[in-house]
Each structure stands twice: as C-alpha cells, then as structure tokens.
DNA sequence: CTATTTTACGGCACTCGTAAACATT
DNA sequence: AATGTTTACGAGTGCCGTAAAATAG
C-alpha cells in the first residue's frame, strides 16, 4: 500500500467514477483502472462496485476510505510541517553555562517560548568545554560558553558581556587566606581557569580545588568561609544571594568575559534555532 | 513520500545506523543511503547528522519520525481492518418491509449489534420492491422482502413465516362496505397486490386506495372506520395495537406469507454481511 | 452511438544490487 | 586495517501512456 496508490484510491471515492478521477490526477484513464484493481487484488476484496455509469464504494472501500485519508491527512501536516516556511517547531536543545542560565537565560527563552510556542525547548547546564563536546556530538544544536572555539567547525556570537567580580568571606583576604579553596563548577568550567590563572599572578599557588554543582551551593561555601570563587557580578548582585559574601574588583583583563553562543558551522540550521539567534541580544 | 520511505527512514532512526537498517531490512546498504537522500533532497533539509559511526536525528529529522510512525501505524491498521480474519466493521445497510422491521428485527438488530458493535448498522424501511431497486443500486448491502425475486442477480435465503390477517374495523363486513378503502405503504408494498387480489376474487372492485407511511398509521385509520388492509398476524396481535380493529382470517394461499432476506449474487459479501446472514434463523 | 471500464502492449523511470571509492577511527 | 557512508553503473520491475476491445444504456 502506497501513499501514491491512496491518493488515487481517493480520487476516485471522491468521484465516483474512474473517469473523471483520472482527469483530476492529470493520469490516463486506464491507468487508474489498473492500480485500482491492484489494490483490489492486493486486499483480496473489491474495493469498489461497477456501475453503469461510474463506481461507488464497498463495504471494504468505505473502510478503507476512512483511513486513506487519515494518511494522506497525516502527510499532508508533514509536509507543512517540513516546509521552508513552517512555523518554528520541533525540538531546540540548549546548553549554557551555569551562570548564563541562570541569570539572562530566564527572560530570553520565556520570550522565546512565548513567540514559538510550537518549540520544544530544552536547556542543560554544562561547563564550557561540556557544551561544545555537546554541540559538535549532535547532543544540542546550540550553546553559551565562554572563551574561545575552533572556527572551523563552529560559528558564534558574542551575546552577553560580564564583568567578573572575586567572592570571598567576609574580613578576609583572598590572597593571604590559609588553606585557600577555590570552589568552581565542574571541570571544563571557564572560570576555575581564570581564577586559577589571577592567583597565579598573585603570587598564591597552594591551594585546593572544590567542585559543586550549583551557584547557591557556590555562594553558601563561600559565605561559610569555606573558600573564594569567581563569578559574574550579575550572577551575585541578586539580592537573596549577596549577603555574607565580600565582593572583590578584578583588574583588567580578567574581569572581562564574553559570554558567546556557538552551533554548528557547514550546516543548515533548523528554523527554530535561526530564530533563537534571531532573538539574542546584541552584546 | 512514500510509505516504503517511511519504513526505510524509520528503520535507520531507529537502528542508528544505514547499514544496520540494510540488514533489518534486507536491502543493501547503498541503497538505503540513496533512498535517505532522496528524502532529504525532495524535503531540502537533512535529516540525519552523519557521524563517524552511525547516524542520528536532526531535528527535522525528528519532527518527521513523529509524523512517519503515525502513518505507519494507520496503514498497519488499514491491512488489519481489511484483513480475511479481521472483526466484522464497517458500514452494513440493510432495508427492509415496514412490518418486518417492526416486529422481528428489533430483536435480532439487537443480538448482532451486541456480538459486532464494530459494525454500523444502518436499517431503512421501504416496501420490497423499492428495497430490491436499492439493493442492485448498492444503496443497501441486504433486504427483507416478501415475494418471488430474480435468481439471476440475488440470491435469498426464507426467514419468516407470516400469517396474513385482514384487518377491519369492528362490526363490518368488508365485503359489503360501502365507499371501500383499502390502506397500504407506498406503491411497491406486497400487502397491496395480495389484498387487490383477494378483494378481486371475492367479487369486490370498486374501491380507493390509501397510502400511509407507518404501521401505525393504518392501524389507526381502520380503528376509525376508513377502510381495510391486511397485515401480519404477528404486527397486529401486539396488546397495545389490536383495539378497535377487527381481524379476519383469510383463506389459503392467501393468508400464507413469505418473508425473505435477500443479498446480491455474484459478489463476495463483507465479513459483516456474511455474520449477519448465519445469525439469521431458519424459517 | 455515447459513456465508461477493461485489457493488451511498449517505453521509460525508478529501485535495487554490484562494486569501487571515500571518510573516519 | 576496520567500519561505515557515498558514488557510479547496469539490470529488472512496475508505472504510465497509446490503442483497441468490451460493456451498458
């Protein structure tokens, strides 16, 4: 059973006669006969009784007619569903850096969603170097990371500038601190890097390093005095979050992030992710 | 689209692969490769990411997998509908005398609908030869008639055994009345023919007729005097319709009636003709 | 004779398989 | 080298059109 077959099968339901289905389907008139009576012959029973003047449907041919088209309405949608200028649906997967999540993905994918309703969203959180594993094994079809990419395989915007700002213990110096921790994400996170690399420049090289999943869990060891961190300052300056924690200036240039969302270069991007890049900001 | 396509498509989205698809599918691998961007291409988008090993989804892709497995589904079910061995469904018309359907099909439409409630019965009334007409329009799938038919194009099966009865009001001698009616269905009623030829043999011509649509109808007219008619023993002795009428024996032949279901011949009847016909009873 | 369906037949496009090339690990 | 996908090409099937026959009013 073809989907071509159906098409005519309905063809000449709708008319009622072998005829003049085939002048509908611009086909010639004993063609649809004989693919007719291939169904027939294929179902083992008639689909249609031979009248004088034209044919109407059996018993089995109304059956069938009922589902014919429910098939050609499916193909149909699919079609639509498939075409250049569909509405923006599908899945769209995201992942993002923990913070970025946190703070300027909420507003972004509630307008998003609210334009594309049809999208289904669905948003990770990863450390940068996660992500674009992510990206380029087809597990997401876009990303925001901070620092830089492979230009050959991947193509990025610029979305979101951050000033990062140190998070320490209240009455303590960072640089001085015994038994200094470092709390970040989990490896692959951009900023362990770059905190790493200031105390480095600092002069402080003994420390440990504790992974947590989360900002509240970040903030909390923080404020316990347990170790400094390093994070966007729009991440911290919520005010729910920003007490018991001492906040640090960096210098130049590591104060300075670029948060970029990346996908795939050489491929045709869905139309749910044109759109999204469409909706990003400009940085 | 095809729905051969589709099986292929579906089949490498859920192997993963092409070449293990070919093998599900015992085709080559080559030619599941061609037959995918075939798709692609008449889509013009790709489907599925080509990875070092295998493939998978893209999110067109995806949307299409959706679509392709509810059409698969339908057509599954379409063959199972239509199947040698499937349950009886389907439409199933049946047109049958007045007086049949009043008094001996309640209880038999009743026990099929509760063995094959997939089938949707469809029982119109009409006078035997109008029901003959629509049986060869195909209009209905089966009759109950009273009368000879043409062995040539229908085949018949005896169900009921009738006895006439005359049907007059009280206190009157129908032979004598005066400003005779006599009260039959619409033209094509076999009650009418028997009764003319009674009243013929009896010496009686001068009469009107009177067509009415429903058992009750006439029943109501002879109570109040109008005229005669000749109905089923059976239709008539039921408690709530036999006051103020008068029932006359008849003689023999005339008394004896015949009624019959009759199918076309020359045809393989639908699974819910065949069920309805062995549920009938012998006669 | 008109309208319609059925059958017979030939060309051609499409699908399948073989085989070799290409890509990636 | 092994695994998997793509490309090139020849063979056969099945679809479509032409044409003529059958059927019915």
Redesign the interface.
């Known amino acids: 059973?073809?989907?071509?077959e159906l098409k005519i099968f309905l063809a000449v339901a709708r008319q009622g006669s072998i005829s003049r289905a085939a002048e509908e389907l611009n086909y010639v008139q004993s063609n649809v006969t004989t693919r007719i009576k291939q169904l027939e012959e294929r179902?083992?029973?008639?689909l249609f009784?031979r009248?004088s003047k034209g044919v109407?449907l059996?018993?089995?041919g109304?059956?069938?007619c009922d589902?014919?088209q429910?098939?050609i309405q499916?193909?149909g949608?699919?079609?639509d569903?498939?075409s250049?200028n569909a509405v923006p649906?599908?899945?769209?997967a995201i992942s993002s850096m923990e913070t970025t999540a946190a703070v300027r993905l909420p507003s972004l994918l509630a307008d998003y969603h609210r334009r594309y309703p049809q999208v289904a969203l669905n948003l990770v959180s990863a450390p940068s170097a996660e992500s674009l594993k992510k990206l380029l094994?087809?597990q997401v079809?876009g990303a925001f990371i901070a620092g830089e990419v492979d230009p050959q395989a991947i193509e990025s915007c610029e979305v979101f500038e951050e000033e990062l700002v140190l998070v320490a213990p209240l009455d303590i110096d960072p640089l001085t601190m015994e038994s200094l921790k470092i709390l970040v994400f989990r490896p692959g996170c951009s900023y362990r890097a770059r905190l790493e690399n200031w105390l480095r420049q600092n002069g402080r090289l003994g420390y440990h390093s504790v992974e947590l999943g989360s900002i509240e869990g970040i903030l909390a060891c923080v404020a316990a005095g347990m170790g400094i961190s390093i994070l966007p300052r729009s991440v911290v300056e919520r005010p729910h979050l920003m007490q018991n924690c001492a906040l640090h200036e960096l210098p130049e240039p590591v104060r300075r992030m670029t948060t970029r969302f990346v996908w795939r270069r050489h491929?045709?991007p869905?139309t749910?992710?044109q759109v999204f890049r469409e909706l990003l900001p400009a940085p």
Chains 1, 2 share one sequence.
Do not use: V
């Not at 649906?89 to 769209?92: I, K, T």
């Open positions: 059973m073809e989907i071509n179902f083992g029973r008639p009784h009248k109407c059996t018993a089995s109304l059956i069938l589902y014919a429910r098939i499916l193909t949608e699919a079609h569903a498939l250049e649906q599908g899945p769209l094994d087809y079809d491929e045709k869905s749910a992710l």
